[in-house]
């Protein structure tokens, strides 16, 4: 059964941290790249951060780099992004994704599988 739920959301203020989860089944996580995308109130969803299988790839947004991280634990079917110095446009759904892509990350299309989403709420 595919599954990927997502938490760690909430309602923050500028310039505070959050670290959102995305637990997975194993046939979702086993050798797929993991994504973050989100999606604002009107808007497209769009690409935030990708971690190859092995971790020895990892995309970003130009965005939220340098404020976000993304890592995963595979032991755990897991994969994390580390959310810092966070700003009212990162305001947004954010759900994670599965993708059987390694170079292909940064479009929704490239992705199989994805979590139901978690409601970041940044406040100024």
């Known amino acids: 059964q595919v599954q990927m739920v997502e938490s760690g959301g909430g309602l923050v203020q500028a310039g505070a941290s959050l670290r959102l989860s995305c637990a997975a089944s194993k046939r979702t996580f086993d050798y797929h790249t993991m994504g973050w995308f989100r999606q604002a109130p009107g808007k497209e969803r769009e690409f935030v951060a990708a971690?190859?299988?092995?971790?020895?790839?990892?995309y970003y947004a130009d965005s939220v780099k340098g404020r976000f991280t993304v890592s995963r634990e595979n032991a755990k079917n897991s994969v994390f992004l580390q959310m810092n110095s966070l700003k009212p446009e990162d305001t947004a759904v954010y759900y994670c994704?599965?993708?059987?892509?390694?170079?292909?990350?940064?479009?929704?299309?490239?992705?199989?599988?994805w979590g139901q989403g978690t409601q970041v709420t940044v406040s100024s």
């Open positions: 994704g599965a993708s059987s892509y390694r170079n292909r990350v940064s479009y929704m299309s490239d992705y199989d599988y």
């Open positions: 971690i190859t299988w092995r971790s020895d790839n990892t």
